[in-house]
């Protein structure tokens, strides 16, 4: 029974490893008979915007913009550990409440320190 599984499991490893293998094949096959050349033309042309690019992509952005998508992160993570509570609070017994009462007063005081500090300003 057990022999079974693994060689199960074996299949499902090797057909994903032929998989993979045929993938990366295939894709350095098309990519080296030109049709590369296509796409990098196709790359300079104006965006759907209508304005032709200025600058390098790979310029450094300000460190501004990972703040505030670390935040965005931080605080959208507090809404799915907060969705569980919402769902069961009649349910909840004191200790569970307290807890998640502590977890909301941690990300509070972390809120008011990053607006202090600046970290939300432009």
């Known amino acids: ?3 079974y599984h693994l060689m199960i499991i074996a299949l499902f490893f090797l057909t994903t490893l032929l998989l993979a293998l045929i993938l ?8 080296s008979t030109g049709v590369n ?8 042309y104006a965006y759907e915007c209508g304005y032709n ?8 952005f300000e460190i501004k913009f990972y703040l505030v ?7 959208d993570l507090e809404v799915s550990f907060l969705m569980p509570l919402a769902t069961s609070l009649g349910g909840l017994n004191v200790s ?3 807890s998640v009462t502590f977890f909301i007063i941690i990300l509070t005081v972390g ?3 990053e607006w202090k500090k600046g970290g939300l300003d432009w």
Not at 24 to 31: A, H, M
Not at 37 to 44: F, G, P, S, V, Y
Not at 69 to 75: D, R, S, W
């Open 1 to 3: 029974m057990l022999t």
């Open 24 to 31: 990366y094949t295939l894709s350095i096959v098309l990519f």
């Open 37 to 44: 050349d296509e796409l990098q033309a196709e790359k300079r």
């Open 53 to 60: 690019s200025f600058s390098d992509a790979r310029e450094a």
């Open 69 to 75: 998508a670390i935040l965005f992160l931080v605080f």
């Open 96 to 98: 569970a409440f307290l």
């Open 111 to 113: 809120f008011i320190y």
